[in-house]
C-alpha cells in the first residue's frame, strides 16, 4: 500500500509500515530525525490528494485536549486556536483516502462539538510492550479498531512522559509515537 503519516518528524510509524513491506512515507513541517529519504517536509494539506491507500495522522493536539481546557477560560485568545486546530484535524479526517485513523488524546467537548465525534477507541502504550501510560485515542475510517498486543504488569508502569522536567525538547519527549504503539498499527492496519 501507498501509506501516509502525516505529522511525523520521528519516522517510527512509517519505518514500522516499510519494515512490511509498504510505500510508507512521513510528512511533518519538520525535518525527519532520521534523514530518512522518505520524509517530505512540509504540510501535509498539500499532498492529501497524491492516491494515498492509508493515512496515519498524528496532528497537534494543543488546544484539543482535556489537559489544556482550562486555559480556554483564562485565556479567550484559546478559542481561535481551538477552532483552527480543529479545522486542521478535521481535514484530515474527512481526506479523500479509502483508510484513515487520526490520533490525539482525550479531548474536551469544545473540540468533539467542532469535530462533529468522539474517538472510536483508545489504547495504552502498556497494551503494546511499553512500560508507560498515556491514554491515546483513534478516529477511524475504513479501518477496524485493534486490541493489544503484549500487555505489560501494571506494577512496571510508569507515567514518565508527563513527569518530564522542562526542556527545550519536552514536548518532542512527550509526543513521539512509542515503537511498540507503532508495531500494532503496522501488524493491524498495514
Ligand atoms: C503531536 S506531534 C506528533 C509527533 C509524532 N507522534 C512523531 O512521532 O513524530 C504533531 C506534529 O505535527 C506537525 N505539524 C503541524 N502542522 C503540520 C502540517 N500542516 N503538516 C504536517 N505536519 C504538521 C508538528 O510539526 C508536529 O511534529
Redesign the pocket.
Same mark, same amino acid.
Request: charged fraction near 25%.
Given at each position: 500500500m501507498k501509506v501516509l503519516i502525516? +505529522?511525523?518528524?520521528?519516522?517510527?510509524?512509517r519505518e514500522a509500515f516499510r519494515a512490511k513491506g509498504h510505500d510508507a512515507w512521513?510528512?511533518?513541517?519538520?525535518d525527519s530525525?532520521d534523514n530518512s529519504k522518505y520524509h517530505i517536509k512540509?504540510?501535509?494539506?498539500?499532498i492529501l490528494d497524491d492516491n494515498w491507500d492509508l493515512m496515519i495522522a498524528?496532528?497537534? +493536539?494543543t488546544y484539543l485536549t482535556n489537559s489544556g481546557v482550562r486555559w480556554l477560560h483564562e485565556r479567550p485568545e484559546r478559542w481561535a486556536q481551538l477552532d483552527d486546530g480543529a479545522e486542521?484535524f478535521s481535514k484530515l479526517l474527512n481526506a479523500d483516502i479509502p483508510k484513515i485513523a487520526v490520533?490525539n488524546p482525550i479531548m474536551h467537548k469544545y473540540a468533539v462539538e467542532r469535530i462533529g465525534r468522539k474517538h472510536d477507541f483508545c489504547l495504552q502504550p502498556y497494551e503494546h510492550g511499553e512500560p508507560h501510560s498515556k491514554k491515546t485515542c483513534f478516529w477511524l475510517k475504513g479501518l477496524s479498531k485493534f486490541g493489544p498486543t503484549n500487555i505489560i504488569d501494571r506494577s512496571q508502569v510508569s507515567q514518565s512522559c508527563w513527569k518530564l522536567p522542562p526542556s527545550k525538547d519536552r514536548?518532542?519527549l512527550r509526543?513521539?509515537?512509542y515503537l511498540g504503539v507503532?508495531k500494532a498499527m503496522a501488524e493491524a492496519w498495514g
Open positions: 502525516a +505529522c511525523e518528524y520521528s519516522g517510527r510509524v512521513s510528512c511533518d513541517i519538520l530525525d512540509g504540510s501535509a494539506l498539500d498524528h496532528p497537534p +493536539c486542521f490520533e514536548w518532542k509526543s513521539t509515537t507503532a
